[in-house]
Structures are given as structure tokens and as C-alpha cells.
């Protein structure tokens, strides 16, 4: 049912958007449970790949809808994994022909060993450079935020992103 909704949703987007790909730093997780806190970097690093569409311009700001999917390497023991599908928000301002802001704002469901958390909120801040019409880079600061039963866990990254547009 997952498959078919994607498969729908992309469709129904078109090909306007812009797709892209992130490599993540090392990752850092933050978990609290019963009033006591830990974090430490998850030395597995990361990737992301997504799809943003846009929705609304006007001059210098924009709105995009997005989808993503990112994959972290959690390192402590049998090689495990969590991931996290994404779908938010993406205001943008246009500080000049080539540079932009951005801001993201939306939900996560944890994936892969992480599949039994609960969804949670995703938000990212960061700017994008374009080096024509169709390809661009860009860096940003993202946090996923997650949780089960009275334990709250936030997995932060910084990204550098690779993008192509469609249109």
C-alpha cells in the first residue's frame, strides 16, 4: 500500500520539482528517557535522497512541498540502521539570482530498525546555490525527532546536497 501511494504521489507531482541527493556528516543523536539525557555522533553517516516540488513564487519567496528519505548507519553493534521518510514543507527566500535560503518544516516516520518508533517532527534550515538552471548545491542543518513509550530521541546531521531540476 506504501508503494502504491509513492507511486501515486509522483505521478500526480509532475516533473517540475527538483530532485536531489545529500551526503550527511556524522550524524548526533539525543535521547531522553525518565529525566536522565545522553547524545553522542553516530560514526555511520548518512545519505539522503529527495524530490521537492514547487507550489507557490512570488519575487523572492517561494513554497515547495518535499519528500525524502534519509538512511543512517547507527554503528553500535550488528551493523544497524534507522531511516527516516520524510514529507514537509519548504518556504524559500531568493537572496539573488544564484542563492537561496530555505527552511523546512514536517513530519518523519522512522524506517528500517527504527520502524517500531513513533512518527515524529523533521525541520531543517539551510541555503542553495545554483550553478545554472538545472543543477545546484547547497548545505543544511536537519533534525528528525522521534520517540516510544517516554523515550524522546532527536538524530540531527549537517548535509551537503547535490540538486537537478526537472523542469
Known sequence: MKKMLIIVLSLSLGITGTIYLGIDSTPEMEIEANGYSGSGDLDGGGITIGYNHPVYQKEKMGVAVGGSYNLVGLDI?????????????????????????????????????????????????????????????????????????GVDITASRIALFVGYSLK
Do not use: C, R
Not at 540502521?81 to 514543507?89: H, I, K, M, R, W
Not at 518508533?117 to 543544511?140: C, P, Q, R, S
Open 77 to 149: 553493534g550488528d551493523d544497524e540502521e534507522v531511516g527516516f521518510l520524510s514529507v514537509y514543507a519548504l518556504p524559500t527566500y531568493s537572496i539573488n539570482d544564484k542563492m537561496m535560503a530555505w527552511f523546512s518544516l514536517g513530519f518523519n516516520m522512522p524506517t528500517h530498525d527504527g520502524d517500531d518508533l513513533d512518527t515524529g517532527l523533521t525541520y531543517g534550515l539551510g541555503a542553495h546555490y545554483k550553478f545554472n538552471e538545472k543543477m545546484g548545491v547547497g548545505i543544511g542543518y536537519v533534525v528528525n525527532q522521534t520517540g516510544d513509550e
